[in-house]
């Protein structure tokens, strides 16, 4: 059973996503309404202040990937996954032809 601070700490997380999510929405949305008519210069700007306003949104999230391995139903008793000791890519043989990591 979860206690009181992992309950605390994952409605935090689940408001910042749902404001994340809300903002990008909204940029999207008024960027698309203003940028069908602008010119190449405008549609440029309008991409590095949606770059910007991504990456500030983004600052202070995780940067690693958590890796489990199990078989029982429930994932949240598995352990972690060994670290890959190889990562690479497989040109052309994903879906449609596009690449496909290994580990």
Same mark, same amino acid.
């Given at each position: 059973?979860?206690?009181?601070?992992?309950?605390?700490?994952?409605?935090?997380? #689940? *408001?910042?996503?749902?404001?994340?999510?809300?903002?990008?929405?909204?940029?999207?949305? !008024? +960027?698309? +309404?203003?940028? #069908?008519?602008?010119?190449?210069?405008?549609? *440029?700007?309008?991409?590095? !202040?949606?770059?910007?306003?991504?990456?500030?949104?983004?600052?202070?999230?995780?940067?690693?990937? *958590?890796?489990?391995?199990?078989?029982?139903?429930?994932?949240? #008793?598995?352990?972690?996954?060994?670290?890959?000791? %190889?990562?690479?890519?497989?040109?052309?043989?994903?879906? %449609?032809? #596009?690449?496909?990591?290994?580990?």
């Amino acid at each position: 059973m979860p206690t009181r601070a992992q309950i605390a700490a994952a409605a935090r997380s #689940s *408001r910042r996503e749902l404001a994340v999510a809300g903002i990008v929405f909204a940029w999207i949305a !008024l +960027g698309a +309404g203003t940028d #069908s008519g602008a010119g190449i210069w405008r549609q *440029r700007l309008v991409g590095v !202040l949606t770059w910007t306003l991504l990456v500030a949104l983004l600052r202070g999230e995780k940067r690693s990937v *958590r890796l489990q391995v199990g078989t029982g139903g429930d994932p949240s #008793s598995w352990p972690d996954a060994p670290r890959p000791t %190889n990562i690479g890519v497989r040109p052309g043989v994903g879906v %449609n032809g #596009s690449d496909r990591p290994t580990t």
